[in-house]
């Protein structure tokens, strides 16, 4: 029996939440095509049974950036302290970039991995076979790997190879959760996701960074088989509030829409969702607003 910890670091929008949920097999992490949607550590538990028997928590980083904001400071941190805190590192690397400074600047950061590290070339099925010589051969070049494995986590393609390479190299040890746990999320962090990705889908490239959703009442017990979720959508300024409204409020009532289903279908049981947009200047500066709206706690170093 094997048991550890594993993390997926690397740069946004490499595809590292997609891996989570493809190794765990349910959505625990917002997907989106805009960087940096990722904003807390992201626990996932995947029991193996039979010949590769073991019990490997998948944790799911923000991606490693250059912070410009106190909010960024706090994911950053996140994403640093995963490397030396696991026991195995999965760096997870967009096939479809070129080779550039963030890359020698993450690899930078993996000298304080403790345990060892595959390579994890994500997004095979955008890009030709020879276009991922070069890449690999300059990652051999940088640092010795335990592994280098080519994926498509959105596919599912090399993800069971993947997940064969990490647990040969996870400590032989019992299980530290039940068979049946599967997060370590709370509930009402997981709502509140599911809220911002239907936000951040619903409002394109007009507000990826500056918006967040805070969950001020999550009551699954006044109404036995109804959820009732009541959620503020911040804003940075005035100007950004009618963007989330949208034309007699058609793009908030669409946003709270499609976020119900994806709740329904979560928590299995009807949803009542209630949506208000209100504008908090510089919330991305405001610790209280930060622990708030759920993103990564500040490092306990």
């Known amino acids: 029996m094997r048991c550890g910890y594993v993390s997926f670091v690397g740069r946004p929008n490499a595809g590292k939440s997609t891996l989570l949920n493809q190794v765990v097999g349910v959505k ?12 807390n550590r992201i626990v996932g538990v995947q029991n193996y049974p039979g010949d590769d028997l073991a019990q490997v928590i998948f944790v799911d980083t923000p991606g490693i950036h250059r912070p410009l904001h106190r909010m960024n400071v706090r994911m950053v941190d996140i994403a640093y302290e995963a490397i030396s805190d696991v026991d195995v590192i999965g760096l997870v ?6 080779i550039g400074a963030g890359d ?13 590290v595959v390579l994890v070339l994500n997004k095979v099925d955008l890009v030709a076979k020879p276009r991922l010589l070069p890449i690999i051969d300059w ?3 940088q640092r010795e790997f335990a592994a280098i494995v080519p994926v498509s986590a959105k596919t599912g393609d090399g993800v069971d190879i993947l997940e064969r390479e990490i647990i040969a190299h996870l400590p032989e040890g019992e ?6 746990y599967l997060t370590d999320q709370p509930q009402r962090l997981l709502a509140g996701e599911m809220v911002r990705e239907q936000l951040l889908r619903l409002t ?3 507000l990826p960074f500056t918006t967040a959703v805070v969950v001020d009442r999550f009551d699954d017990e006044s109404e036995p088989g109804r959820l009732h979720l009541y959620c503020s959508i911040l804003v940075e300024r005035p100007s950004q509030k009618p ?8 793009r908030i009532k669409e946003i709270g ?17 209630d949506l208000h947009v209100k504008v908090r200047a510089e919330w991305r500066e405001n610790d209280r607003w930060l622990d708030q709206a759920g993103v990564a706690p500040r490092s306990r170093g």
């Open 28 to 39: 625990l992490a917002i997907v989106s095509d805009k960087p940096q949607t990722t904003r």
């Open 93 to 98: 690397r967009d096939a479809t970039d070129g």
């Open 104 to 116: 020698k600047w993450v690899l930078g950061q993996l000298e304080k991995a403790a345990g060892p």
């Open 139 to 141: 990652y051999r070049q």
């Open 175 to 180: 299980p530290f959760y039940p068979e049946d």
């Open 204 to 206: 394109h490239a007009e």
């Open 243 to 250: 963007i989330v409204l949208g034309p007699r409020g058609a």
């Open 257 to 273: 829409s499609a976020a119900r289903r994806d709740l329904e279908r979560f928590f299995e049981c009807r949803v009542y969702l």
